[in-house]
């Protein structure tokens, strides 16, 4: 499509996270239709969050720039580094080869998501020994080689990233006869898996082995907070969890639409990954569901309320007020690790 329409040499930038050596791909099919025209590929991963991309775009820890090791290549990083050097400090525009930069921002993702289920595996542990995954986590991340970011223990990342990249990377590594390496990075999805799945087997245990019948609130339905993507959001698999078990739910969050909620909890794994026309047509609404716009609403005549999403608004809720509206015994599980109600 470019090549169609592009009438003088052009420097085409890859902002999405792919596969390294997809710039070699892009390249190919540019020149093969160039007519005459010269084209630079560069890979310029995005590290933004959802929920602070304003703020990660005007102050990032780095910008990421690879191109070819050619001085047409070095002329067209110059050229868009000069374009992020308008608000970004120099000294955080980080020039690489292609190939390191393709694979930086898998490897980026990678180690995040590990970090992620490395204080979920321990959260296992913790619970099993009397140790407080939250003070563990605290006095791990003071060493300043490790630093306290991202080890937050929870019910399991989600997102449409972490699987997806790792799953990339795993890939990658199978493909360049790397099974050992590949089966490293698989742990990381294995154990987010195991994590949620844990979750659900601890509610249905804390409730006296069964939740058939009973009514348990879901307090956050959104991947993470401050925004309302359920892309690979814990709270499907948990959700669906309970279903398995007959439980009836009735879900809250400050973001995430009912009719979102239905279309994920009656979809397969990988429908929404679709297109949306392949997407299917209208999914039936699971009846043992329901959505409200309140949390009080949704936490009233429960016998269980999990919280699976670290909402800043859930920390404001009158907590007495929801055990005493409560069936009891009531139980409250708490799937974020940010604070404990
Ligand atoms: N969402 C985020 O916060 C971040 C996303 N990224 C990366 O940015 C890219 C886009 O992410 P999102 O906007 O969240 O995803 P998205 O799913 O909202 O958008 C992806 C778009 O690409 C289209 N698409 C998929 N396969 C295609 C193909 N083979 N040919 C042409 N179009 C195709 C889809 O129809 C969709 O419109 C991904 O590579 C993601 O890893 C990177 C950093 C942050
Ligand atoms: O490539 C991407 O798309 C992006 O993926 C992540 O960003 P995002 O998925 O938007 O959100 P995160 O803040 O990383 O959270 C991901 C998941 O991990 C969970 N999480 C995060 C931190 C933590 O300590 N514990 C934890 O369970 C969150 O609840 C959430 O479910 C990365 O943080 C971004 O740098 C990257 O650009």
């Known amino acids: 499509m470019i090549a169609d329409v592009a009438k003088?040499?052009?420097?085409v930038v890859?902002?999405?996270?792919v596969p390294v050596k997809t710039a070699e791909a892009i390249e190919k099919i540019l020149t093969h239709n160039s007519k005459g025209i010269n084209f630079q590929i560069l890979s310029n991963p995005e590290f933004?969050?959802?929920?602070?991309?304003?703020k990660d775009l005007f102050n990032p820890d780095r910008v990421l720039i690879g191109g070819r090791e050619t001085p047409e290549g070095q002329r067209a990083v110059q050229a868009l580094k000069a374009v992020y050097a308008q608000w970004v400090p120099e000294d955080r525009i980080i020039t690489t080869n292609l190939w390191s930069a393709e694979l930086s921002k898998l490897a980026a993702n990678a180690f995040l998501a590990q970090r992620i289920s490395s204080m979920n595996a321990m959260s296992a542990l913790?619970?099993?020994?009397?140790?407080?995954?939250?003070?563990?986590?605290?006095?791990?991340?003071?060493?300043?080689?490790i630093g306290p970011k991202f080890l937050n223990a929870s019910v399991g990342f989600g997102g449409s990233c972490f699987q997806k990249d790792i799953l990339n990377l795993v890939y990658i590594c199978e493909c360049n006869g790397l099974p050992e390496v590949a089966h490293y990075w698989k742990q990381v999805i294995k154990i987010n898996d195991?994590?949620?799945?844990?979750?659900?087997?601890?509610v249905v245990s804390s409730m006296f082995n069964t939740v058939a019948g009973k009514k348990i609130a879901i307090l956050g339905f959104a991947f993470k907070k401050d925004t309302g993507d359920t892309r690979e959001t814990a709270a499907i698999d948990v959700c669906k969890g309970l279903l398995g078990d007959k439980a009836?739910?009735?879900?809250?969050d400050p973001q995430v639409t009912e009719d979102q909620i239905q279309r994920d909890l009656s979809m397969?794994?990988?429908?929404?990954?679709?297109?949306?026309?392949?997407?299917p047509m209208s999914p039936s609404a699971v009846k043992q569901v329901?959505?409200?716009?309140?949390?009080?609403?949704?936490?009233?005549?429960?016998?269980?309320?999990?919280?699976?999403?670290?909402?800043?608004?859930?920390?404001?809720?009158?907590?007495?007020?929801?055990?005493?509206?409560?069936?009891?015994?009531?139980?409250?599980?708490?799937?974020?690790?940010?604070?404990?109600?």
């Open 8 to 11: 003088s040499d052009k420097i």
């Open 14 to 17: 890859e902002k999405s996270t």
């Open 48 to 54: 933004l969050a959802e929920g602070t991309a304003i």
């Open 126 to 145: 913790c619970e099993a020994t009397g140790a407080n995954v939250s003070e563990v986590a605290y006095a791990v991340g003071k060493d300043t080689r």
């Open 194 to 202: 195991y994590q949620k799945s844990r979750f659900v087997n601890r």
């Open 248 to 252: 009836k739910i009735s879900i809250y």
């Open 268 to 279: 397969n794994k990988f429908d929404w990954d679709h297109p949306i026309h392949l997407q």
């Open 290 to 341: 329901s959505v409200t716009w309140d949390a009080y609403e949704a936490t009233k005549g429960a016998h269980g309320v999990c919280i699976l999403t670290e909402w800043d608004e859930f920390r404001q809720l009158d907590y007495k007020k929801i055990y005493d509206n409560m069936q009891k015994p009531a139980f409250i599980l708490t799937g974020v690790m940010w604070w404990i109600p």
